[in-house]
């Protein structure tokens, strides 16, 4: 069956794929990014199933136009990819405080925000599915990715939580974690270094910059494939509430799953007893 995809970051990396896969499959597809001329030659020009709309994800009025856009062409919209994101990496005192503050703004905020413009569409279908990409970093906390991680661990607690909400009006929930892909996560357009510089840490950034920067292009993981993928749960009737991407990702999941019982079994002799005594008399 068609369905309507409305894709966040859609000109160039995932974005591009996702668009590209769900046209392939004869979906309906609007695919929005801050400058729609990129989005379009990313995905070979106009076609008749293809809505490309300018899209700011940290602008709410820019989410709020954009799903209109969406229901005026199309009539609905099922399923709200938010893909959009960038990193900003660094261990945390060289962060300043404003590039952290960046970093919440598109990585949390942003698909806040899309979705915020997209839900009163799908509570007045009483159906829909909303898919937002998270992070293995979003369960696992990393060196060098502070404000990256703290973004998606926000990700992962709001759409954890969201499901809740909006399951009585018959929308689904499915949180994204992949692993390394080769995404353009890593490219210039996407990452951005520390603005401070603070002696302690100096030798080990003048490492960490390069390694990271290295990877690019080198990640194990095919976006293609991932795009498939979630075009596949897209389709399910009942979609996973995680879908842990990558043949790195799935042995690091496992392995917090397992530290936080330890934790859990650590904590219980001092953990447990806790509670307010009953009131005698």
Known sequence: MSKVFFITGAGRG???????AALSAGHQVVATGRRPEDVVKALGGPQENLLVTELDITSLEDAHAAARAAVERF????????????????????????????????????????????????????????????SI?????????????????????????????VAPYGIHTTIVEPGFFRTELLVDAS?????LSIDDYAPRTAEMIPAWQAQNGRQAGDPAKLARALLAIAGRQEPPLRFVAGADAIPAAEAKARELLAQAEASRELGVDLAHDALTG
């Open 137 to 165: 970093a979003g369960v696992v906390g990393q060196e060098f990715c502070a404000a990256y991680s703290a973004a998606k661990f926000g990700v992962e607690g709001w759409m954890e939580s969201l499901r809740f909400d």
């Open 14 to 20: 995932l974005g591009t794929d996702i668009a590209r």
């Open 75 to 134: 009539g609905r919209i099922d399923v709200l990819v938010n893909n959009a994101a960038n990193f900003f990496a660094g261990y945390f005192e060289e962060i300043s405080p404003a590039q952290m503050r960046r970093q919440i703004e598109t990585n949390l905020f942003g698909p806040m925000n899309v979705t915020r413009a997209v839900l009163p569409v799908l509570r007045k279908q009483r159906a829909g599915h909303i898919i937002t990409l998270s």
């Open 191 to 195: 990452t951005t270094w520390p603005e």
